[in-house]
């Protein structure tokens, strides 16, 4: 089992920045890639960014050379660099952890809000 806490969202204007932080507890031996999502009202989740132990990352194209996802594996935590924001960005933030075995655990979210 592991938990993870995300924090760090708030209301920023446009062209401001954020960094969320997920905060991974329980097996964190077991994790292997984490990731960070994104969920607006009526929409379906999407990946925002994952990275894998080793620190190869992967980002959406829309917002590919604004964020930056990065990890400390020896404090279990996760990173998620966010720059030039966007209305667009608007969203719920939500920390991925997976596992071995093909299990994923997943934070409450939090509150990212870019005024224009």
């Known amino acids: 089992q592991v938990q993870v806490v995300e924090s760090g969202g708030g209301l920023v204007q446009a062209g401001g920045s954020l960094r969320l932080s997920c905060a991974a507890s329980g097996r964190t031996a077991s994790i292997s890639t984490m990731g960070w999502y994104r969920q607006v009202p009526g929409k379906q989740r999407e990946l925002v960014a994952t990275?894998?132990?080793?620190?190869?990352?992967n980002y959406a194209d829309s917002v590919k050379g604004r964020f930056t996802i990065s990890r400390d594996n020896a404090k279990n935590t996760l990173y998620l660099q966010m720059n030039s924001l966007k209305p667009e960005d608007t969203a719920v933030y939500y920390c991925?952890?997976?596992?071995?075995?093909?299990?994923?655990?997943w934070g409450q979210g939090t509150q990212v809000t870019v005024s224009s």
């Open positions: 990275i894998t132990s080793g620190g190869s990352a």
């Open positions: 991925k952890a997976r596992i071995v075995l093909n299990a994923s655990y």
